[in-house]
């Protein structure tokens, strides 16, 4: 089975997406998200420009060949442009797989390990009232899992506090806005948030909180030993994660699970995370993390040192991109919890699927492959909108980690 074409397709219906489309001489197709938001255009090109010329004519069922093939190949190794659209090349190549046996690709995958992949739903408010409102909504949604994020005092704006109580999209149109960062006001309110949702609601729940990679590691130390009496499921990004031993000393201090790796782009930004144990949950994805090939990898060697992955789920990743996660999720071993954002109702209509919500789980559909199709022609009427992340200053104005 030979592959004919393949085809990039940029949408923007709310927000900007990159699709890879290939197309195989028995005339399935395969879909396989690109999308990596504020830099989409950067994975259009070298996919266009660089890979699908190499994937015509090539046999459709060499899936792990033609990740070496794109890997290897390349010569220069990594970086989440590299990363998302081999990952893009992969997901395709596992939907036409799934498709031509007939399959839900989990069934592929070694089949489910479980009934449905629990996920978590995100709470955010302008303060601790609303913050509960939030909470209280999901958990009589059935969620038995929730993140909660709140305004900062005297701050602006803050990380994961939407508009919306329910959509929460970073990304803005035309030039990045700028945010304003304390982490002393952060460090000093938050603790107060999460106990009172805590006292409301009490621990019959999942809670979790992302601090977005804003904090040093004695900063994060300080925090998650604080928060042990709320008992989180886990403290995502309490750090930067490109020097890794800084999870050792946050390790050192605290048992609050730690999750970390939403930027991460292959197996080796966390080997040493996993390997010593520094880490409970990894949070790479299936665009950005090389598609469900090396994703397998990661979760594998993470297998072997207790730590459980959680899949990114935000609404950057396209429904695509959480149809691989629900398939791949349901079928590993390791699996800890999906983050489930959902997508706005334009965006599902472009991208039609069969996954489902019910009872705090997210189940694949039965139809062969993803179980996520592309409407072209709805998609054409949505042309790439130019957005960037917000850049995040600290009150004296020096940029800081957004
Ligand atoms: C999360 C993430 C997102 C990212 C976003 C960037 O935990 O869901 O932190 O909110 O900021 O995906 O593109
Ligand atoms: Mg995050």
Request: glycine share 10%; hydrophobic share 40%.
């Amino acid at each position: 089975m030979k592959i004919v074409d393949a085809k990039v397709i940029v949408c923007s219906p709310d927000r900007n997406f990159a699709t890879l489309k290939l197309t195989t001489d028995s005339g399935l197709t395969g879909l396989g998200d690109a999308t990596l938001n504020g830099r989409e255009l950067a994975v259009v090109a070298y996919l266009q420009e660089h890979v699908c010329p190499l994937l015509i004519g090539r046999d459709a069922h060499r899936i792990e060949d033609t990740w070496q093939y794109l890997y290897k190949g390349a010569y220069w190794r990594r970086g989440p442009v590299t990363m998302s659209a081999i990952a893009a090349v992969d997901t395709a190549l596992w939907d036409i797989k799934a498709k031509s046996a007939d399959m839900p690709l989990y069934q592929l995958l070694g089949g489910r390990s479980r009934e449905g992949v629990m996920v978590y739903g995100h709470a955010s408010g302008n303060d601790i009232p609303q913050v509960s409102d939030a909470v209280g909504a999901y958990l009589g949604e059935g969620y038995l899992a929730v993140r909660v994020q709140c305004a900062i005092p005297g701050l602006g704006s803050a990380y994961g506090v939407g508009k919306d109580a329910k959509f929460y999209e970073p990304a803005g149109r035309g030039l990045p806005l700028e945010s304003e960062w304390s982490s002393e006001r952060y460090l000093r309110f938050i603790p107060e948030v999460l106990g009172a949702v805590r006292s409301k609601f009490g621990f019959d729940f999942h809670m979790l909180h992302d601090v977005h990679h804003r904090l040093t590691p004695i900063e994060a130390a300080h925090l998650a030993k604080r928060l042990e009496e709320v008992e989180l499921f886990w403290l995502e990004d309490p750090v930067v994660a490109e020097l890794q031993e800084g999870f050792r000393l946050v390790r050192q201090h605290t048992t609050t699970p730690i999750a970390t790796g939403e930027v991460f782009n292959s197996i080796w930004d966390c080997q040493q995370l996993i390997q010593e144990q520094l880490i409970d949950f990894i949070r790479a994805s299936v665009v950005h993390t090389g598609g469900i090939t090396h994703l397998r990898r990661i979760a594998q060697l993470a297998e072997l040192y207790h730590v459980r992955m959680g899949c990114h789920g935000a609404t950057d990743l396209s429904p695509v991109c959480l149809a691989a996660a629900i398939h791949f999720g349901i079928s590993v071993h390791n699996f800890g919890i999906q983050e489930y954002m959902p997508h706005s109702e334009l965006t599902d209509e472009v991208f039609p699927h069969t996954y489902r919500f019910a009872g705090g789980h997210l189940y694949p559909g039965e139809d062969p492959g993803l179980g996520v199709d592309l409407d072209e022609d709805l998609a054409d009427r949505y042309p790439y909108d130019p957005a960037y992340l917000p850049i995040s200053r600290k009150l004296d104005g020096t940029v800081h980690n957004w």
